[in-house]
């Protein structure tokens, strides 16, 4: 028995035209899943397979919660998911991807939909996913502000970066810079 056998959904034989499954993603399902992108969470995941002249639609609804690290502080964060998507499924000889049709064998007439699940949360995580502004580790918001190599200047916007500013308890120390290398922070300007 596989460790995903509980995410099979049986599509020959399908009693009805329409069957909803629901799944609960929990800690477990992602430890299982042995990803790097996602560890932990807690998503509910609505699959509503409808049988049609010579495919099954399968719909997914998720909607959650998931753990993951913050861009800036690498402190866990809740990243909320919301998501619907569409798959298409037909039964043929064995297993193949056909553009957006899935095809699985026909003998085995079911389909696992753990990695499907999986693949619609991952690809719905935000590119930049930070903390809300002041719940960022303010120890390492302020080794960021210490590191920073550019100097602001007039013309010159460093607010991209998103540091939350009302930390007035962390110290930043201003570093002399060697007027050899000042004439280097023009090359980001030149490009």
């Not at 992108?37 to 399968?58: A, D, S």
Request: proline content about 4%; aromatic content about 8%; some cysteine.
């Amino acid at each position: 028995m596989s460790k995903f056998s509980q995410y099979n959904i049986p599509l020959r034989g399908l009693a009805t035209e329409s069957q909803t499954y629901d799944f609960v993603l929990d800690n477990s399902y992602f430890q299982k899943i042995d990803s790097p992108e996602v560890q932990h969470g807690n998503v509910k995941c609505t699959i509503t397979v409808k049988k049609k002249t010579n495919l099954f639609e399968l719909s997914f609804n998720v909607d959650g919660i998931i753990r993951i690290p913050c861009d800036r502080c690498l402190d866990e964060m809740d990243q909320v998911i919301r998501y619907k998507d569409k798959l298409q499924v037909k039964l043929g000889e064995k297993f193949a991807e056909e553009g957006d049709i899935v095809i699985i064998p026909e003998s085995e007439g079911e389909i696992n939909v753990a990695w499907f699940m999986y693949e619609l949360i991952v690809l719905n995580i935000p590119l930049k996913h930070v903390h809300a502004p002041g719940e960022c580790n303010k120890t390492m918001v302020g080794k960021l502000k210490k590191h920073i190599t550019r100097q602001k200047s007039d013309d010159d916007d460093i607010s991209d970066l998103d540091f939350d500013d009302t930390d007035d308890d962390v110290e930043t120390d201003e570093v002399p810079t060697d007027p050899r290398w000042d004439g280097l922070q023009n090359i980001f300007e030149n490009n």
